[in-house]
Every structure is written in C-alpha cells, then in structure tokens.
C-alpha cells in the first residue's frame, strides 16, 4: 500500500513540473520585467517602483534593448510624482509597458509603437 501511494506521487508531482514548465516558458520569452526601481518621495519614504515591458513573442530577442528611465518629484501637494520614461527600438512593433507602486495600488499603462518614446507618470500621495 506505500508503495503505490509513494508511486503515485512521484507521478503526480513529475506531472506537475513537466506542466508547469510549459505554461511559464512562453511568457518568460516576451516578457522583460525590469529590476524594481528604488525611489525616494519629497517626504523620504523608499517606494519600489515596478516597469513591465511585453513585446510580441516573435521580437524577443530585441527586449533588452529597451531603454527605462525613472525620475522623482515633488507633486506640490506633498506626494510625489514619479515620471517613466520607455523608449522602444525601432526593431520591435509595439510594446505593451505598465509602471506600478503596489504599496498605493497605482499604475499606468500604454502601448507604444516601435521607434517610439512614452512617458508614463505615477502620482504618489505623501507617505
């Protein structure tokens, strides 16, 4: 009776890397979650800023090539306005770029062309 309990288990779990390999492997490809930027407010708080860039899966290799920049300033009703500069390289098509702070639950997004420059902003209440 453990043996096939110890069996079964080891084919469930075999299963259940083998599956999971797959479904992560294809967004792993398109996807570039740049390193978390550390920023600090007008009030000295450190808040994380995270900058997701998704690009169509055939474009991959071009990912790294996208340019972030971060940039802090006070908002003038003491919070902080933090501003994302994302230029995309003329070899990938469009890129999909989201910017968050998760600590207020704030995010911007938008789709840029390839070629293209955005600028995205987050407005960080005092903290």
Do not use: E
Request: a neutral charge; charged letters at 10%; aromatic letters at 2%.
């Amino acid at each position: 009776m453990k043996a096939r309990s110890v069996v079964a288990g080891v084919l469930a779990a075999g299963a259940m890397v083998i599956g999971g390999a797959v479904g992560a492997s294809a967004n792993v490809i398109w996807c570039l979650a740049d390193p978390p930027v550390l920023v600090q407010t007008a009030t000295g708080t450190n808040l994380t800023v995270n900058v997701t860039v998704a690009v169509p899966q055939s474009q991959a290799k071009y990912i790294n090539d996208v340019h972030v920049t971060t940039l802090t300033a006070p908002d003038g009703a003491g919070g902080t306005m933090i501003t994302v500069d994302v230029t995309v390289p003329a070899t990938i098509s469009t890129a999909n770029v989201t910017v968050t702070v998760k600590k207020f639950k704030i995010t911007d997004s938008t789709t840029v062309p390839g070629g293209g420059t955005t600028t995205l902003h987050l407005d960080v209440p005092a903290a």
